[in-house]
């Protein structure tokens, strides 16, 4: 019997002999398969033929499995249960909110916003397996093009082509000043007050820096303003207006966690319109899983609509 090299075996014709080297009976092997037994025949005399070997030692009372068809059978049912497994593997991953979900979050968001998050998946989506990044934008978006991150929860706009924003809400600033000083408490700040004021910012690379720069700016602030002092965290800075080394601003959502970790702190906030900024779900335009990031949008507005801000509609 010579080896037809071009020939494949199908699955239908392991599938019919792993069930005979299983019964050793065509009979019952045709049953099992629910194939019928001239059919089986078939399929086993093709699979013999594009392999190259005899599988079976055929008799009129009983059927025999050759050597070759021994160590052949054991191979055939390693390839059937590994298709099975693929079929599961693709069933799966069309349910929605199962498999891995790579979410990556910017620092001044991650703290105040993931216990929300958490439990909502929790909640809501058991079967997801949530894996959080906290990393600076620049390197989310890099993660995000490279497919190492799924979505990103972070301040937009971002202009980025080949990204596509899912914006979730709108926050306000407020100013966290020392106790006593001018503006401290105040709940009607002129933005014009940040021209001169002594002003806290997180390091270069910070989102929240390059927002709070440009509040100022366009409180009329001068281009080469000094920065007093910067920090690498939001708490580090409020640790610093409450020492007394000038003020900063905060996004509302940050100020319950970070001002209750300090005195002699005064929240003051800033006459309507008030500088905000826009956060939101970001995923690469056209992923595979669109339709369920916009679900998951849709459950966080729902989710943070008790937190202080403005929700926006899925559609702004």
Do not use: N, W
């Amino acid at each position: 019997m010579s080896v037809h090299k071009t020939k494949q075996p199908s699955l239908a014709q392991l599938r019919a002999f792993a069930a005979v080297a299983e019964h050793l009976h065509f009979r019952d092997a045709a049953a099992a398969i629910g194939m019928s037994q001239p059919a089986l025949s078939g399929a086993v005399s093709a699979l013999e033929e594009a392999l190259g070997v005899q599988l079976l030692e055929r008799t009129t009372r009983k059927v025999l499995l050759s050597p070759a068809g021994e160590r052949l059978a054991v191979r055939a049912k390693a390839v059937l249960d590994a298709v099975g497994e693929l079929m599961e593997e693709a069933e799966a991953a069309q349910a929605p909110f199962t498999g891995v979900l790579r979410l990556g979050v910017i620092p001044t968001v991650a703290p105040y916003l993931l216990p929300t998050v958490l439990r909502l998946v929790h909640e809501r989506y058991p079967q997801l397996d949530l894996q959080v990044h906290e990393e600076q934008t620049s390197s989310l978006l890099e993660g995000l093009a490279a497919g190492r991150l799924d979505l990103l929860l972070l301040a937009v706009p971002l202009g980025v082509p080949g990204v596509t924003e899912l914006p979730l809400f709108d926050e306000d600033f407020v100013l966290v000043t020392p106790e006593g000083h001018p503006l401290g408490g105040r709940e009607d700040i002129p933005r014009d007050a940040l021209r001169e004021l002594r002003l806290l910012l997180l390091d270069e690379g910070h989102c929240l820096r390059d927002q709070a720069l440009d509040i100022c700016r366009e409180a009329g602030r001068e281009e080469g303003a000094a920065v007093t002092t910067t920090a690498a965290g939001l708490s580090t800075l409020v640790q610093l207006v409450a020492g007394g080394l000038g003020a900063t601003l905060l996004p509302c959502t940050a100020v319950e966690v970070e001002t209750g970790r300090a005195e002699r702190l005064q929240t003051g906030r800033f006459a309507a319109p008030a500088p905000s900024r826009r956060i939101a779900l970001a995923m690469r335009t056209g992923a595979a899983r669109q339709a369920e990031f916009e679900v998951l949008a849709g459950a966080m507005r729902e989710a943070m609509a008790g937190l202080p801000v403005r929700i926006l509609p899925p559609e702004e």
